[in-house]
């Protein structure tokens, strides 16, 4: 009785049967009140003592008529229900069997409907919306597991291997090695911190302290920051501003990090004699932009799309916690900050020494 199509049916019989029966009530009524006048005309030549018999049969064929009309009514009440509410309720059975399958994780099934109603065919277009990014996050979520269980496995394995060597006295047990093994226990700790600060960033609830932000002194704070470490590896580090810029309004200890994260990849990029600048820009009312650009090794045009991207190494062979204790999240890091700002990160880079340059734009009608 609940089925939608059992329900409909008996709403459209009901209601055929109640406008059918119309007539019938005025024939009653009519009846009632002595209303109906079937007297023969005389022309028609029927005596007077069948005079009741002849309205015996008009009133009987009349009331005949009406009730056959009524059962042909309710017969074709019940077929349109049928067919009108089944037309209906077979769309959302699909969309309902696409559901369930998508709860029990089936997440490549999509619902297969090419007509119906422009509605029903709009719900079933955000279905499989839906489910595409549904299966796009799950792809995501496995790839983020399983690049996780890589970055810690290769420390762990030099953890226990130098542990083990040392309970079977292979090796000294010397401050040296000792040393070793805690910077292997450091870069773990740095890499569970970027991943919790990345996972909260990304789901937008880092907590964000919003003040104004003076970006030109910002900058200059920043190199001023760098300048001894770029003097070290003879880099020139300077600060260009191009106009005059604007207060943003932004968290400084956040906008702090990303320029440091973007700083320290430029003094890693850059040999010697090269030079990275820190520039502000004002290039539209509505917008503040800053880049850090360098003249360094620069990045092949087939890996800039996926630098800002968690763990992504351009040379898959390089050990990047021996070569600088890196995690490979400063630049995820960096983008999920920025747009947690409303703001956009991107990277530009002719190629291989052509240098690069990472711009980073703010909105300024916050501020
Ligand atoms: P972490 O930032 O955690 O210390 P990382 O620097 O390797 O590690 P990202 O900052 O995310 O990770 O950078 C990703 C990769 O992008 C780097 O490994 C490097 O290959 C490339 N890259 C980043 N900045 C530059 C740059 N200025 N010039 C050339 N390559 C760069
Ligand atoms: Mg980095």
Same mark, same amino acid.
């Given at each position: 009785?609940?089925?939608?199509?059992?329900?409909?049916?008996?709403?459209?019989?009901?209601?055929?049967?109640?406008?059918?029966?119309?007539?019938?009530?005025?024939?009653?009524?009519?009846? +009632?009140?002595?209303?109906?006048?079937?007297? =023969?005309?005389?022309?028609?030549?029927?005596? $007077?003592?069948?005079?009741?018999?002849?309205?015996?049969?008009?009133? @009987?064929?009349?009331?005949?008529?009406? $009730?056959?009309?009524?059962?042909?009514?309710?017969?074709?009440?019940?077929?349109?229900?049928?067919?009108?509410?089944?037309?209906?309720?077979?769309?959302?059975?699909?969309?309902?069997?696409?559901?369930?399958?998508?709860?029990?994780?089936?997440?490549?099934?999509?619902?297969?409907?090419?007509? @119906?109603?422009?509605?029903?065919?709009?719900?079933?277009?955000?279905? *499989?919306?839906?489910?595409?990014?549904?299966?796009?996050?799950?792809?995501q979520r496995?790839?983020l597991l399983?690049d996780v269980?890589?970055? %810690?496995?290769?420390?762990?394995?030099?953890?226990?291997?130098?542990?083990?060597?040392?309970?079977?006295?292979?090796?000294?047990?010397?401050?040296?090695?000792?040393?070793?093994?805690?910077?292997?226990?450091?870069?773990?700790?740095?890499l569970v911190n970027d991943l919790h600060e990345l996972a909260q960033a990304e789901a937008h609830r880092l907590p964000?302290?919003?003040?104004?932000?003076?970006?030109?002194?910002?900058?200059?704070?920043?190199?001023? @920051?760098?300048?001894?470490?770029?003097?070290?590896?003879?880099?020139?580090?300077?600060?260009?501003?191009?106009?005059?810029?604007?207060?943003? *309004?932004?968290?400084?200890?956040?906008?702090?990090?990303?320029?440091?994260?973007?700083?320290?990849?430029? %003094? !890693?990029?850059?040999?010697?004699?090269?030079?990275?600048? %820190?520039?502000?820009?004002?290039?539209?009312?509505?917008? +503040?932009?800053?880049?850090? $650009?360098?003249? @360094?090794?620069?990045? +092949?045009?087939?890996?800039? =799309?996926?630098?800002?991207?968690r763990?992504?190494?351009?040379?898959?062979?390089?050990?990047?916690?021996?070569?600088?204790?890196?995690t490979?999240l400063?630049?995820a890091i960096? !983008?999920a900050i920025?747009?947690s700002?409303?703001?956009?990160?991107?990277?530009?880079?002719?190629?291989?020494?052509?240098?690069?340059?990472?711009?980073?734009?703010?909105?300024?009608? *916050?501020?």
């Open positions: 009785m609940n089925r939608l199509w059992v329900r409909l049916s008996i709403g459209f019989t009901f209601t055929i049967i109640l406008v059918t029966s119309i007539p019938l009530v005025f024939f009653f009524l009519f009846r +009632l009140f002595g209303l109906m006048d079937f007297t =023969p005309p005389e022309y028609i030549g029927v005596t $007077i003592e069948n005079v009741e018999a002849f309205q015996g049969f008009v009133e @009987g064929f009349v009331f005949q008529q009406l $009730i056959r009309s009524l059962i042909t009514a309710a017969v074709a009440g019940i077929g349109t229900g049928i067919l009108i509410s089944r037309s209906i309720a077979q769309p959302l059975n699909t969309l309902e069997e696409g559901a369930r399958a998508i709860g029990e994780q089936n997440l490549t099934y999509r619902v297969d409907l090419n007509k @119906g109603s422009h509605e029903i065919l709009a719900v079933a277009r955000s279905f *499989n919306q839906m489910a595409d990014q549904l299966q796009q996050a799950e792809v496995q790839n399983a269980a890589h970055e %810690l496995r290769t420390p762990l394995t030099v953890l226990q291997g130098n542990l083990r060597g040392i309970l079977d006295d292979v090796f000294p047990l010397e401050k040296k090695e000792i040393s070793r093994l805690f910077d292997q226990t450091r870069h773990l700790t740095h964000l302290n919003f003040v104004e932000v003076d970006v030109p002194k910002l900058l200059q704070q920043a190199a001023a @920051g760098f300048r001894p470490l770029a003097e070290e590896k003879e880099i020139d580090m300077r600060v260009e501003l191009l106009g005059k810029l604007p207060y943003i *309004n932004a968290d400084l200890d956040r906008l702090q990090q990303s320029l440091n994260n973007l700083i320290s990849n430029a %003094l !890693r990029h850059t040999p010697a004699g090269g030079t990275i600048t %820190l520039q502000g820009e004002s290039a539209t009312p509505e917008h +503040l932009t800053i880049r850090v $650009i360098d003249n @360094g090794q620069g990045i +092949l045009p087939e890996h800039l =799309p996926s630098v800002f991207d763990f992504y190494r351009p040379d898959a062979s390089r050990q990047r916690y021996d070569d600088h204790g890196g490979g400063g630049l960096v !983008r920025v747009e700002h409303e703001g956009t990160a991107t990277v530009d880079s002719a190629g291989e020494n052509q240098g690069t340059t990472f711009t980073l734009t703010f909105p300024v009608e *916050n501020s």
